[in-house]
């Protein structure tokens, strides 16, 4: 079925250490998995996204990892900072559903 | 470019009202996608459309939610009869496609007394 697991529920890292996030699909035609970070009252904000046609892409402290095969994908923070503390959403879409289908979030704390 | 933007951004309702919640997607885009979230809760989706359809609807209960997506104006989102568990805060996302990515609005948080 249409589903994103998301690994794990909860984080916490000291600051200035690497944190990691992990999902899995189930669609093998999905080609487009954005990450969104959404702070306490805010709204979910686009971090990053990868397409099916690359492994892995950074932006500054910022990277997702794609292995097709094994249909899942990873965010990575590295150097943490107390900004970083937010609840974060992996995404997958879905060709079948024409729809993205969302994780279901990772809350990070960064202990000073 | 003015982003997502909805209103009100907060409602408050008694139980057995309607609450009506208005979303206007980014310049350009056709397509809208409405998600409810929960205190401490993850994203759950609602319903899909596009201008004049309704795309997707298999998240949105079948009593009382009603969603429309009309050729002018804003996208609106519908509860007839409030309950208190239709407390929470609703967001609407546009994107230019399906496969596209999704701006969100600043969310409608309701809350039914």
């Known amino acids: 079925g249409e589903n994103v697991e998301q690994h794990p529920s909860t984080l916490s890292v000291q600051e200035g250490d690497s944190a990691v996030i992990k999902c899995t699909y189930s669609d093998s035609a999905s080609n487009y998995f954005p990450w969104y970070k959404q702070e306490l009252g805010k709204r979910p904000q686009l971090i990053i996204d990868i397409r099916s046609n690359v492994g892995e892409k950074k932006d500054q402290r910022i990277a997702v990892t794609l292995n097709k095969t094994a249909k899942h994908f990873s965010l990575h923070i590295t150097e943490t900072q107390p900004e970083d503390s937010a609840v974060y959403f992996c995404a997958a879409f879905y060709s079948s559903a024409s729809k993205i289908i969302f994780g279901s979030g990772t809350r990070l704390s960064i202990r000073p | 470019n003015a982003g997502v933007m909805q209103n009100p951004r907060h409602l408050v309702r008694r139980r057995g009202q309607e609450a009506r919640l208005r979303c206007s997607p980014m310049?350009?885009?056709?397509?809208v996608y409405w998600y409810r979230q929960l205190p401490e809760e993850g994203l759950k989706f609602m319903v899909y459309l596009q201008k004049e359809n309704i795309i997707d609807e298999s998240g949105m209960p079948k009593e009382r939610f009603s969603a429309e997506f009309p050729k002018e104006g804003p996208s609106i989102l519908r509860i007839q009869q409030v309950v208190r568990g239709d407390s929470a805060a609703y967001f609407c996302a546009s994107s230019a496609g399906s496969g596209n990515e999704q701006f969100f609005g600043p969310g409608t948080r309701l809350t039914v007394l």
């Open positions: 310049k350009g885009h056709s397509h």
